[in-house]
Structure formats: C-alpha cells, structure tokens
Nanobody, 123 residues
Framework: VQLQASGGGTVQAGSYLRLSCASF????????VGWFRQAPGKEREFVGA????????LFAESVKGRFNVSRDRTKHLVYLQMNSVNAEDTGVYYC?????????????????WGQGTLVTVSS
C-alpha cells in the first residue's frame, strides 16, 4: 500500500474534521491526489482533488464551499479539511493518486488507492 488515509472518527453535525493522506516513498509527488468516499449501501463518489503542485483544485458540488484539499509536498501529505459536516458526509474516505497528467474526478483514472478511513457524522 503506497497511500494511507487517516484521521477519521465520529463527529457531530456542524463540526469539522481533517483527514490526512500519506504518500510513502515519495511516489506521488507529481500526481494529482484525489479524495473519494463511499457511504453505506452507495457507490463510491468523488469528493475533491488537488493537482501535483497545489495550483488546481476540484470539488464535488455536494462539498463545495465546505471542504478543502491541500498538500504539503515536503512531507508527502495531502489533507482533506471537512467543515460544517452533515449526516450525508458519513462514509469511508479514500485517497488515491491519479495517472500522470490527469486531474479530473473519474475514479477509473486513479489507479493507486490506499486504505480508507471511516467518518461518521452524528446528529
């Protein structure tokens, strides 16, 4: 496993949480890194992504204005800052690295996946 998501837990609706994605062995410094999530009984969906240099970000409509993605290339970490969470944000969150030169939202263009971290939003 070359990517590892962490930071999940149970939070109350309206609060915030920050997830981290560690890239081991500096493998994906030049790749877009995306965040996806899968809620119980639902298909995996795109959440947000950040380009290799942090210059471009893309978000799903459902999280736009509430979530942000950032990266620290010196530490090989990518973060998902989740603000004003609600019950619909509950799910297992995964980080993934895209194929070279890709910066979109299609999961099929992200060949490298890490293990997920569970986020539960309580009301």
């Amino acid at each position: 496993v070359q990517l590892q998501a962490s930071g999940g837990g149970t939070v109350q609706a309206g609060s915030y949480l920050r997830l981290s994605c560690a890239s081991f062995r500096n493998t994906f410094s030049n790749n877009t890194v995306g965040w996806f999530r899968q809620a119980p009984g639902k298909e995996r969906e795109f959440v947000g992504a950040i380009s290799w240099n942090g210059g471009s970000r893309l978000f799903a409509e459902s999280v736009k204005g509430r979530f942000n993605v950032s990266r620290d290339r010196t530490k090989h970490l990518v973060y998902l800052q989740m603000n004003s969470v609600n019950a619909e944000d509950t799910g297992v969150y995964y980080c993934a690295a895209a194929r070279k030169s890709y910066s979109g939202s299609s999961s099929s263009d992200y060949p490298y996946w890490g293990q997920g971290t569970l986020v539960t939003v309580s009301s």
